[in-house]
């Protein structure tokens, strides 16, 4: 057996909906401007080119119902309301079908970002792992389960900030559909069990200040809740 010079970190992980066992996540994928609406308040062209994507360090993931620091090096603070799926299968180059199969898991999921730092990348051509992932930016509902739940692919997706709707859209309206995304996905990685997809947020984004309060939901599934805390 191995020692390390370090202790490890502690895998991260999420409840699941009804279990007493937690669904361990190495590795977090997010889509970009899965919504058309909020692809054009992003000043992009909604037209149906093909995905793409970023990643955040499983390291990022924070359970819902937790107060976070207001992160450094941004004055734009940005919430994003999402819909996460949780892979519970080894797909590889596979078709939607056999894709959608893959989903295990649903759950409700804030992609907190550095807008400002996201526009400076954006605008030098530069990479957006700042702006998206950095320390507590991938908060996570519990994981509930298609074999529960069915598959859920529409319902209405919302963000409350102090308790004034700030976002509402329909998981319908998404440019790629959860299938088209695992299958795209699995054309560039080998996914598996512990992978967790961000599929994109509607319209309405925005930014938050220490004391702000989150409120989401999607029809169907639940709630998840986030606390703005002072900065570090
Ligand atoms: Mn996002």
Request: glycine share 10%; net charge negative; aromatic share 8%.
């Amino acid at each position: 057996m191995s020692s390390y010079v370090f202790p490890p970190v502690p895998v991260p992980s999420a409840p699941v909906r009804g279990s007493d066992a937690r669904y361990a996540v190495s590795r977090i994928f997010c889509v970009g401007r899965n919504y058309a609406d909020h692809a054009r308040e992003m000043g992009a062209d909604p037209t149906r080119e093909p995905p793409f994507y970023f990643t955040k360090p499983a390291t990022a993931l924070t359970p819902s119902g937790a107060t976070v620091a207001y992160p450094p090096q941004t004055q734009n603070y940005h919430y994003e309301m999402e819909l996460v799926l949780a892979i519970g299968a080894p797909v590889f180059k596979v078709t939607p079908d056999a894709a959608r199969a893959a989903i295990w898991g649903y759950a409700t999921g804030l992609d907190m970002t550095r807008r400002d730092l996201q526009a400076a990348a954006k605008a030098a051509g530069k990479p957006w792992d700042t702006a998206k992932g950095f320390d507590q930016s991938a908060i996570l509902g519990e994981i509930a389960r298609v074999s529960e739940l069915g598959l859920l692919e529409k319902g209405v997706i919302t963000l409350s900030v102090n308790g004034v709707e700030k976002q509402r859209g329909d998981l319908a309206d998404m440019i790629w559909s959860q299938a088209e995304i695992v299958s795209n996905l699995s054309q560039l990685y080998h996914l598996q069990p512990g992978d967790l997809i961000y599929t994109g947020t509607p319209a309405g984004v925005g930014a938050v200040v220490p004391g702000d309060v989150l409120h989401g939901h999607i029809e169907g599934l639940g709630d998840i809740h986030l606390t703005i805390g002072p900065a570090e």
